[in-house]
């Protein structure tokens, strides 16, 4: 079959053959109609993910949008020992896929899903989330983050604060949900204050930064908090900002703050997949705004690297 082939975690991808997989026990191949070109695939590409064994060649993908032998279509998240998605075949455990209506968009799918399951398994599986609580989101102007305002707002949220550094996307992001939006960077004194004075007493804060604007986000919220033993849900999912962060130890005295991470293997791969079949209910019936771009997998070498429009997401279609 053909694939998006990586033989080198300092090069993109190239368009090559690659054995087909071999269907194990409880199994199925599935024609790839689109996978996603998501900051996680571009991790597992170059070596970079916390999950990457370092071994070559490899297909990139870690999920997509296929047709069972039978016709039906599914999303699907891959297996983490199995072959990517950015292939013409992937291999597929039932247990891992979702079925779609007959009528949902392949590329609408395969761009929306990775980006909004990081906020909706979060808010539904990490913490006890509830209509009517509050967030922040930290790295908002991101696809993921700009899709986290838009879950907060389905799953009730009273008051949505969007905090980014990219202003052009920052302005989008009233008309999505956010109650809030909180400009990132300048002065690190201003950009406290301004961030305590919108989100000191939120519940939750979905963190897409980490790095220095966590170091500083988190003792501007608490040193402004109304109730400092009301509970604060620190929700680590991305670390554009970086890897590390220093926390002075006060913070965790003089707070009821509580940090938690949301990914692969903080939550079982069931636990993801059970909170799927909702996210694509809400997903077909238009509730989530995706801007995706097909491109046909054969052009993924140029593709790959290629600058894209604020918000918009690369979907490979292998079989297009």
């Known amino acids: 079959m053909r ?5 080198s975690f300092d090069s993109p991808p190239r368009y090559a053959d690659f054995p087909v997989p071999e269907a194990a026990e409880g199994h199925v191949l599935v024609d790839v109609l689109a996978a996603g ?15 990457s064994a370092g071994r070559l060649p490899l297909v990139p993908g870690v999920d ?9 279509l599914v999303y699907f998240v891959a297996d983490d020992d199995a072959p990517g998605t950015m292939a013409e075949r992937a291999l597929v455990d039932p247990r891992r896929s979702v079925p779609l ?20 398994v979060a808010l539904r599986r990490r913490v006890s989330f509830r209509a009517g609580k509050s967030v922040l989101i930290l790295g908002a102007t991101g696809n ?3 899709t986290a305002v838009q879950i907060a707002r389905l799953l009730g949220a009273d008051r949505i604060v969007a905090a980014g550094r990219d202003p052009r996307r920052l302005a989008l992001l009233d008309g999505l949900g956010a109650t809030d939006v909180v400009p990132l960077g300048g002065d690190p ?9 919108a989100a000191a007493d939120v519940d939750v804060v979905i963190d897409y930064t980490w790095g220095t604007p966590t170091e500083r986000a988190i003792p501007a919220l608490l040193t402004r908090r109304s109730d400092r033993s009301a509970p604060l849900d620190w929700i680590q999912i991305g670390s554009t900002a970086g890897a590390d962060i220093t926390l002075p130890s006060f913070v965790l005295r003089a707070a009821n703050l509580r940090i ?5 293997g903080s939550l079982t791969a069931a636990g993801i997949v059970a909170e799927l079949p909702s996210l694509v209910e809400q997903l077909c019936a238009g509730a989530l705004t995706v801007d995706a771009l097909p491109v046909p997998l054969a052009e993924v070498a140029t593709a790959w690297n290629a600058p894209t429009a ?3 997401r690369v979907v490979f279609t292998p079989n297009a």
């Open 3 to 7: 694939a998006a082939v990586v033989t």
């Open 37 to 51: 070109l998501h900051p996680r695939v571009r991790s597992g590409a170059d070596g970079t993910h916390y999950t």
């Open 64 to 72: 997509g949008v296929g047709r069972l032998p039978d016709g039906r």
């Open 101 to 120: 209506p007959d009528d949902a968009d392949p590329v609408t799918v395969a761009a929306a899903m990775n980006p909004a399951m990081s906020s909706w």
């Open 144 to 146: 993921a983050g700009r």
């Open 189 to 197: 004194d201003e950009e406290a204050d301004r961030l305590g004075g």
């Open 260 to 264: 938690m991470g949301s990914g692969q």
């Open 310 to 312: 604020p918000g918009r």
